[in-house]
C-alpha cells in the first residue's frame, strides 16, 4: 500500500476517477446528451486543449461544437476561428444560433497560426479558440496546452488522422467519424472505449 | 509659490551615454579643432583609468584602453534641455530654461496633486535616475534663490522664513553674481573689500550699495530675496514628436535595431506623459545608405503611451517589414498626439476587464497579422455565396430570417467534382443573382453526400454539364 502511495505522490501513477471528480461541474457542457455523459466532469474539460481528428472539413465537427460555441457567444464571450478549412458561412453558424458578433477568424498560415492560437489562448479573453493546425507537432501541441491552462480558455485543435498515433499532451483526444459519430482515443480522468459515441446532428 | 530647480552636471555626458549600447564603456566628450582635442567629460569607467577633462586626446587614449569618444555638441545638450523640459512639464506648467545647464519649475500648485514634497522629491529623483541623468535638487520660494542655493545644496527645501538665512550664509563666489554685470568683476571687487558672504552684503544700506554697484546688484539681491518679481520664459510644448538616432555603423537586419527603437519610444512615452497625450499613430522611417528612406506607418487601434506597449506593438509591425538596405538612422515621428483616458486595470470587473483584454489581443493580432488576417462573421443580404461570405458585399441582413441550410464552411473557390458524388439528398435550390454588376450566376445548388458519407454543397449551371463543390456541412 505505501509503495502504492509512493507512487502516486511521485505522480508515475494517477488515479483514473479521483482527478475527476475534482473537476465536476467546472467541465462546460458539450450539449450532446451521450457525450456529456461520457465525459468526466459531464462536459469539454475547461482550460484544455481538446483535439479533434478528422479526414478533414464536413466530418461533423461543426454539428459537435455549435452548441458549446453558441452559448459561448450568446453570453458575449468572443471565439475566435484559426485557419480554418474553409470560409464560415455567416448564415448557417447564425441559424446554428451562433451570435455572430462575437465571431472571428484568422485566415493565417503556418507558424502565424501557431503564433495566434497561443496569443488567444494565454490571453484568457476568448470564450473558445479553434484552431486547424496539420502542421502542430507534439511539443507545440504541449505549448498550446500550457497556454490553455494559463490562460484558462477553451480549446479545440482540430488536426488530421495522421497524428492519430503520435503522442499528443491534449487531455482529450476524439476521433470524427462519418454519421455524426466519434470515437474516444484518449480521455483524463476518465476510461477510454472503442465505443463510438452519437452526437446527433450531423447536417 | 514654491520653485524647484534641477541642476544637470553632467547633461552633455549623459545624454551622449543615452544613445549608446553600453552607458558603462569608458566613453568621454572631446572638443576642439581636430589637431587638439581634449577631454571634456568622461563617463565613471574612463575616470577609474585616468581619464580627466582637458586632457589631449592622445594622452587620455594612452591611458585609457578602448575608449570611445564622441565630439561635444551644444546643439544636442540644449536639446536634452529641451526634452527635459517636456518631462518637467508633466509636473508643473510653469516650466522655464532661463538658466542654462539647469531646470526651474514651479510646483506649489502641483504639490496637492503630487505632493507632499518629500514623495514629490522621490519620484523626480527616480524618474531622473531612469533616465540617466545625475542632478541636484533645490527647492525654493523663487527661481532665482532655487538656482544660486542647487550650487551648494542637494535636497534642500527652503521656505520663506528660512530664506533669508540660508542665503545669507552662501559665499560670494557662489551666489551667481558673475552674472550681473558682465564688465566688471564684482565678486573679486566684494570679496577685496573684506566680504565673505551674501549676508554682509544684505546687512549694509541699500542706498550705499546702489551707489557703489549699481541697480543691477540691487536688482539680483532683490531677485534673490523674492522682492524683484523674475519674469520667465516658459517651455510651451511641441504638439507633435521626432527624433531621430543616427548610427556610427550601417545596421543591416532588424534585429539591431531593437535598441535604438526602445530607447525612442520611451522618450516618446516619456514626452507623451508630459503632455498628457498619446499617439494612435506615428511612423518609423529608416534612412538607408543608398536608395530613399524606407517608412513604416504604425497604427494602433486605441491610444497608447506605456513604452512597453509601444515597443511590443512597433516590433509586432516591423516583423513584417524587409529593410531594402542598411540603415544610417531612425526616426520616429508622432504627427498628431491624441487625449488619453488611461484606464484602470484593477478596478475594472468582469465584462468590462474582458472587454478590455479582447480589445489588447485584438491589438495584437492585427498588428503582428495585419489588418485584414482577422475578420468578423457578418451575414450580408447577398445571394451570391461568393459575395456574401468571401468579398462582404451587399447590406448586413438585418431579419434573421431561417431560409434554406447552408453550409457551415464555404470552399474559397468552387472545384469541379464530377465522380464523388454519391447521391443527392435534396435540392435544387436555385441560385439566380447579380445580373446588375456582371458578375451574374444561375445555379443549381444540391446537398449531396460525397464518397466517404460526408455532406458537400454542390452545384451545376442549369443545362450544363459539370458538378462544382462549393461547401461542406461541418
Known sequence: MSSLETLLDSRQVWRAQTGAAGDRGEAIASGHAELDAFLPGGGWPPAAVSELLSSGAGNGELAL?????????????????ISPPGAPYPAAWRQ????????????V???EALWAAEQCLRAGCCGAVMAWLPQADSRLMRRLQVAAASGNTLAFVHRPLVKVAEASPAPLRLRLHRHAELEVLKCRGGLVSSRRIAFGGGT | MRWVCLLFPRLALEGALRRRPDPEAPFALIDGPPPRQCIRAANRAARDQGVRPGQALGFAEALCDGLETAPFDAESVERWRRRLAAWAYGFSAQVSLHYPHALVFEIASSLALLGPWPRLEARLRAELGELGFSHRLVIAPNPAAA?????????LAVDESELESVLASLRLDRAGLASVDADRDIVQTLTRSGFQRLGELFALPRSALARRFGGRLMRH????????????????????FSRTFAFDQPVHAIAGLAFPLKRLLQELSLFLIGQDAGVERFRVTFELEDGPPQTVEVGLLSVHRDADTLLELTRAHLERVCLAGPVMALTLFAPRLSDYAPTRRELLEGPARQAQAWAALHQRLVARLGESALRPLVEHREYRPEKAVLSGLGPRARDASAGPPRPGWLVP??????????????????????WWDGDDIRRDYYLAQWVDGRHAWIWCEPGRQGWYLHGWFG
Open chain 1, 65 to 81: 461544437l455549435w452548441p458549446v460555441l453558441s452559448r459561448m457567444t450568446r453570453q458575449g464571450r468572443p471565439i475566435v476561428l
Open chain 1, 96 to 107: 446554428a444560433g451562433v451570435a455572430l458578433g462575437q465571431c472571428h477568424w484568422l485566415e
Open chain 1, 109 to 111: 498560415q503556418g507558424r
Open chain 2, 147 to 155: 538656482r544660486v542655493l542647487v550650487n551648494v545644496h542637494d535636497g
Open chain 2, 221 to 240: 539681491l532683490g531677485e534673490l530675496r523674492g522682492e524683484w518679481p523674475l519674469a520667465l520664459d516658459y517651455h510651451r510644448p511641441t504638439p507633435r
Open chain 2, 413 to 434: 473557390a468552387p472545384q469541379r467534382c464530377d465522380g464523388d458524388v454519391v447521391q443527392l439528398l435534396a435540392g435544387p435550390e436555385r441560385i439566380e443573382s447579380g
